[in-house]
């Protein structure tokens, strides 16, 4: 069965500097994986997506993803940290042929001055 | 485009009444879905349909929960009758007729407690 697994619950980075917020999943075909932030009171806007082709993705507001197949991962980053990034950011695994995109449990990011 | 749009966006309500959400999709979106998400469980999918028909509503949790689509524009999530263990955000999103591998475009959600 299809499944996300984002390890940290919360992270805090000091503005400006480097993130990684990690995910990994379990899914038996390719898959189809996406980044997802949501600010307080907000539905979740699509930061990236990946389905195929070149394994680093360039989303919306900075970010970027890697897929690595070996790894079952799909990490999100960003060079620099603004303190609007502060939000909850989830990982999601998604497939053809059948529609239920499963999210992770999601990753809190605080950022400090 | 206003993009999905729910109501209301807080509801509040007494334990054993009734509660009925409402969503909007974005016009030309042959996918809805309705989410749910609280501290303890995330982001779950509750049911979802496809041009108005559900497909898989494997993700209600019981018998009082209910969802209908009566046309392309407009759908809702019955709760009946309601208990505080209901109470958490729900969103409604809906997508292109890509399968999953297309985006989800999600509404602010409606805050639901239940007293």
Redo the contacts between chains.
């Keep these: 069965a299809q499944s996300v697994t984002q390890p940290d619950i919360h992270i805090t980075v000091s503005e400006g500097a480097s993130l990684e917020l990690r995910c990994n999943y379990s899914y038996g075909a390719t898959p189809?994986l996406?980044w997802?932030v949501q600010s307080p009171?907000?539905?979740?806007?699509?930061l990236l997506?990946y389905?195929s082709g070149d394994t680093l993705v360039q989303g919306i507001k900075g970010f970027e993803a890697e897929f690595k197949r070996s790894q079952s991962s799909f990490n999100l980053r960003k060079p620099s940290v603004h303190w609007s990034d502060a939000a909850e950011y989830?990982c999601a695994v998604?497939?053809?042929?059948?529609?239920?995109?499963?999210?992770?449990?999601?990753t809190r990011l605080f950022v400090k001055a | 485009d206003a993009g999905?749009i729910q109501s209301p966006r807080h509801e509040v309500t007494e334990m054993g009444q009734e509660v009925t959400l409402r969503c909007k999709p974005i016009s030309g979106h042959d996918?809805l879905f309705w989410y749910r998400q609280t501290m303890m469980r995330?982001?779950e999918?509750l049911i979802?349909f496809?041009n108005n028909v559900p497909?898989?509503d494997s993700g209600m949790p019981e018998d009082r929960f209910s969802a209908k689509m009566p046309n392309a524009s407009f759908s809702t999530l019955k709760i009946q009758p309601s208990e505080p263990r209901d109470s958490a955000v729900y969103?409604c999103?809906s997508?292109l007729d890509r399968?999953?591998?297309e985006?989800?475009f999600?509404?602010?959600?409606t805050q639901l407690s239940v007293l």
């Design positions: 189809y996406f997802y009171g907000q539905g979740l806007q699509l997506k389905f989830f998604g497939g053809a042929g059948g529609f239920k995109t499963i999210f992770g449990a999601g | 999905v996918y995330g982001l999918l979802y496809n497909i898989d969103f999103a997508s399968g999953g591998n985006k989800l999600f509404g602010s959600g």
